[in-house]
């Protein structure tokens, strides 16, 4: 079973940055699909970022531009670089894990957008 644990979160002013950090167990980490979901109040959880194993990455619309994932295969942590924030990203975000037909989510970390 993977432990998925994510920090980062915060209250940030419009215009700000926060980065997101997510730590899996296991020492499979590199063959990991990593991915960052977000829900905001009211609304569906939403894809955010994904990042393979291969290092390849997948953007919703409304970040690419502003969010950049990556990671760091010998930390087995993932990143969320968040630029240019705006009230809209405001959400509970959360880290995913997945690899072949096994899943497992992290506990969020609350993001807000205020001023």
């Known amino acids: 079973q993977v432990q998925v644990v994510e920090s980062g979160g915060g209250l940030v002013q419009p215009g700000g940055s926060l980065r997101l950090s997510c730590a899996a167990s296991g020492s499979s980490f590199r063959t990991y699909a990593m991915g960052w979901y977000r829900q905001a109040p009211g609304k569906q959880r939403e894809l955010v970022a994904v990042?393979?194993?291969?290092?390849?990455?997948i953007y919703a619309d409304s970040v690419k531009g502003r969010f950049t994932i990556s990671r760091d295969n010998a930390k087995n942590t993932v990143y969320l670089q968040m630029n240019s924030l705006e009230p809209e990203d405001t959400a509970v975000y959360y880290c995913?894990?997945?690899?072949?037909?096994?899943?497992?989510w992290g506990q969020g970390t609350q993001v807000t957008v205020s001023s």
């Open positions: 995913n894990v997945k690899v072949g037909n096994y899943e497992a």
């Open positions: 990042i393979r194993s291969s290092g390849s990455t």
